[in-house]
């Protein structure tokens, strides 16, 4: 099966910076867009940015020009650097991987564990 591993949050003043790692894992024939999404206590889950296979990216109107999102193919990495973090960016952050298992096969949704991210003074 498939392992999806978020890593790299923690706590931070505002203004601060941290920067999210994500690893699928297993037995993968193909991965095409990974994403990062989160979710603020009492609220739905929300997409962050996204990376297609062929590295276009989408973010949220509320993390542009503060959030980049990155890729390494080679490792079947995504990475989600954010800078000047602001009280609103609490939140537990999600990994999505797009992932085909073999040829043919369905492309799949699969999520990470989640890694929390506080932004406190």
């Known amino acids: 099966q498939v392992q999806v591993v978020e890593s790299g949050g923690g706590l931070v003043q505002p203004g601060g910076s941290l920067r999210l790692s994500c690893a699928a894992s297993g037995n993968i024939f193909g991965i095409y867009t990974m994403g990062w999404y989160r979710q603020a206590p009492g609220k739905q889950r929300e997409l962050v940015a996204t990376?297609?296979?062929?590295?276009?990216?989408n973010y949220a109107d509320s993390v542009k020009e503060r959030f980049t999102i990155s890729r390494d193919y080679a490792k079947n990495a995504t990475y989600l650097q954010m800078n000047s973090l602001k009280s609103e960016d609490t939140a537990v952050y999600y990994c999505q991987t797009r992932v085909q298992l073999r040829r043919w096969a369905p492309i799949q949704n699969y999520w990470g564990q989640g890694t929390p991210v506080t932004v406190s003074s």
């Open positions: 990376i297609t296979s062929g590295g276009i990216t």
